[in-house]
């Protein structure tokens, strides 16, 4: 399967020419099965969403949307994203349970007045807005989606493991590694032939990492090796975070990678092709 990254950005958007080329767009990753011509899976719905217009073209989405969870990083897109706006797009969005609420009244605590104009329900296009649970997801053919909980301050959240034609993807990219990893995260990424993960936080930043519920980068590579991934891409960048400081972890990167894992620096509008024998980004521009 090819992974677009349509947004890796976490918090909030980070404009300006200092964040260009590794992007200001938040939380999105769109999944094209091998053969097919566009997306039918996408992960997380931050402002990078607004990329999946480019991806579609004239065409409406149709197709599944999972939210890791309810925090405005991920999901600011769905109301301004034209290919899900419109009256031919078939939308399966897909809320983690919690609090006993029903997924439009979850999404409805941000996405409704006086915060915002409109509820879900005032999209165009079929909706089907409902709850997702831990376990096995029904997806759009090709794909298998299995869904667990995972550490992260601020409501529920959680992670996914896909598998399409023989390759797997885990994405967590909002995740606390102040300790030892769940053994729900731990299987979710077990073997995976690419990991997102997050990297909120730089080398040794323990201190902001664990007021938010985040991952150092050092977190992540650990995270990865415990779970035999082979390839680490990192993503949920601060917003404070210019390209001139993600070059330099990126060369430090290069200097610490060691047991055969390859790791880099996610960048917006990278497309990575998820196979056996490879899992490597080709950048955009």
């Known amino acids: 399967m090819n992974v677009h990254l349509l947004g890796v950005r976490g918090s909030t958007p980070a404009p300006g020419e200092r964040f260009a080329r590794y992007g200001g767009h938040t939380s999105c990753v769109a999944l094209t099965a091998a053969g097919e011509p566009s997306p039918a899976l996408v992960l997380d719905a931050g402002t990078g969403l607004r990329n999946l217009d480019e991806l579609l073209g004239p065409a409406p989405f149709q197709g599944t949307i999972l939210l890791t969870h309810l925090h405005w990083d991920h999901t600011q897109g769905l109301p301004f994203t034209r290919c899900l706006d419109r009256p031919d797009a078939r939308v399966d969005l897909r809320v983690p349970a919690q609090g ?37 997801l029904t997806a759009p053919p090709r794909f298998t989606v299995t869904a667990a909980e995972v550490p992260h301050k ?132």
């Open 154 to 285: 601020g409501g529920r959240t959680f992670g996914y493991r896909v598998s399409a034609d023989g390759a797997s993807l885990a994405y967590l990219p909002d995740h606390a590694l102040a300790g030892r990893p769940t053994r729900a995260a731990l299987a979710l990424a077990d073997g995976a032939d690419l990991l997102l993960h997050d990297a909120s936080n730089g080398f040794g930043e323990r201190t902001a990492a664990d007021a938010y519920g985040h991952s150092t980068i050092d977190d992540a590579i650990r995270f990865a090796r415990a779970c035999r991934v082979r390839a680490l891409v990192l993503i949920h960048h601060s917003p404070g975070r210019t390209d001139a400081d993600l070059d330099a972890l990126a060369a430090r990167l290069t200097a610490e990678d060691a047991d055969g894992l390859t790791v880099s620096l996610g960048r917006e509008g990278d497309v990575i092709r998820c196979d056996q024998p490879a899992a490597a980004p080709v950048h955009a521009g």
């Open 100 to 136: 006993g609420r029903g997924a439009a009244s979850l999404l409805a605590r941000s996405m409704s007045p006086p915060s915002f104009p409109i509820e879900i329900s005032g999209l165009r296009g079929h909706w089907n807005t409902r709850l997702a649970r831990p376990g096995r």
